[in-house]
């Protein structure tokens, strides 16, 4: 956590330099709010860049949560490795949803993390990893 010397404000992750002396570290919104000024941007039409900005920070934070990096699918190719049983607590997302409760067998897991399963109905959707819940069947 660090506290940017121009709002007063604590920020975490990189912080960007400033402009005026290309050395003060200063939070990102900061950053932005001079590059704007920089570029001739009246003040309250930079609080709107602002509020996009993070809400377009709020989405690839999401997006990045939702996929596992290389450990992570890993340690899910060690928790189900093909052949495993399990049964669907919850899927969320699809319009032609697996009932809950079904059961099935894993076939492996993908590069973003989904299990590939064919289930007991014959059906063969995806379990999304972070989105869908299923449990091992002992
Ligand atoms: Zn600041």
Known sequence: MKTCPICGKKYT???????????????????????LTAAGIKPEVQEAILAQIHQSEHHIQ???ERFPDE????????KYPPGTRI???KMVDDIN?????????VDG??????????????R???VLYGIDEVEIVK
């Open 13 to 35: 992750g990189y912080p960007a330099v400033s402009r005026t002396d290309n050395k003060t570290e200063i939070c990102p919104d900061c950053g932005y709010r001079q590059a």
């Open 62 to 64: 999401t997006l990045r």
């Open 71 to 78: 450990d992570e699918i890993s340690e899910l190719e060690k």
């Open 87 to 89: 049964r669907l607590i």
């Open 97 to 105: 949803p697996v009932p809950a409760g079904t059961l099935g067998t």
């Open 109 to 122: 897991v993908d590069s973003t993390g989904s299990l590939l399963v064919t289930w007991d109905n014959g």
């Open 124 to 126: 063969s959707l995806n």
